[in-house]
């Protein structure tokens, strides 16, 4: 998962996370809580880099991942819009982006569209509080972000998807 996701900022703050834990092996699901909270998801890549990373079994990184309903296993629409409502995202302005993308694509946080092109998650503090308002676009973290660059940024995506078929 290194090469291929090496510009995939949400991997780094994970791995940063299992540093600040020292590669804990106890630290298991804290740090699953985060990579869910990074990703709005855990997938079978997450899951078996958090297992190589902590030199757990994956069988066992796998069990408690499923054993809590809370975590996602899968990234259910092609394009995750992650937004960070911890307290720093809050206050700068996230809530008022995600309402606005609400509006605009007609989806609700959670859910994924109609279409199964979008899904949109609320998640809490991603670690990264210093450029709040914080949202992830696919592998892009947002810093600073603001409702037009977001809104445009989901129309692009939506558009690039369009031409493609
Ligand atoms: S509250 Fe959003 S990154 Fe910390």
Redesign the pocket.
Known sequence: MTTSTSLDKRLILVDKAITTYGNRKDALLEILHIAHNVYGYLDKKILLHISEKLNIPPSQVYGVATFYNYFKLKKPGSHAITF???????VKG?EEILSALEKEFNIRRGETSADGKISVFAT???????????VIVDDEMIGKATKEQVLEKVRKLLEGERSET
Do not use: E, F
């Open positions: 960070c409502l911890g307290t720093a995202c809050y996230a809490r503090c991603v670690g990264a509080c210093a450029m709040a308002p914080n």
